[in-house]
């Protein structure tokens, strides 16, 4: 039987870590809106097993569990969107997020980076990926090296001016 003083303590802990777990499902999703969908859902699954949770447990990794397969569903429910993580990446992508204390900075640079066209977000990928180079890019893409770094110097000025604009209104 759930009692008043165990409601309120269960709320407090998840009201407290809201943007910690918001934060995390920021980076699996790339997207703040589908991170706030799902954070609504985990929010309720949550509650739903308020009474598994037990004191000596870490609320931050259980709270990660459970929003971690709801990200899983939610991907599963989109199956139409052929550019989704698989579940390998996803585990891996879970394993590297950092705790919820991730600062601003990367929340804003991860939301502006979902936000870009799929061309421009795949250029910065490739250039930033392991052994992605300018020449490289260019001689794939058969333009210049001088058309790549001014297409990725007007990219990172789009990103500069996304996260000053984010991090303005947060404070």
């Known amino acids: 039987m759930s009692d008043i003083h165990t409601d309120e303590w269960f709320v407090q802990l998840l009201t ?4 910690g777990l918001f934060a995390y499902l920021v980076a699996l999703l790339g997207d703040l809106h589908e991170a706030s969908n799902v954070l609504q859902e985990t929010n309720l ?3 739903r097993k308020a009474g598994e ?3 000596e447990t870490d609320f931050v990794a259980w709270s990660r569990k459970v929003a971690y397969f709801q990200v899983l569903a939610y991907l599963r429910d989109r199956k139409r969107d ?3 993580f698989d579940e390998e990446l ?7 997020v950092e705790p919820a204390d991730e600062d601003a900075r ?3 640079l991860r939301s502006c980076l979902a936000e870009l066209p799929d061309v421009q977000r795949q250029m910065i990928a490739e250039r930033y990926a392991v052994g992605g180079s300018v020449q490289e890019k260019a001689r ?5 090296e ?3 770094k001014m297409a990725l110097l007007r990219i990172r000025q789009s990103l500069l001016r996304c996260i000053s604009g984010r991090l303005a209104v947060q404070s």
């Open 45 to 47: 699954v949550l509650w």
């Open 53 to 55: 949770f037990a004191d």
């Open 16 to 19: 407290s870590h809201q943007n």
């Open 140 to 144: 794939r893409a058969g333009k210049s």
């Open 82 to 84: 052929r550019h989704l």
């Open 106 to 108: 990367r929340l804003a």
């Open 90 to 96: 996803l585990a891996q992508l879970s394993c590297r």
């Open 146 to 148: 001088a058309a790549i």
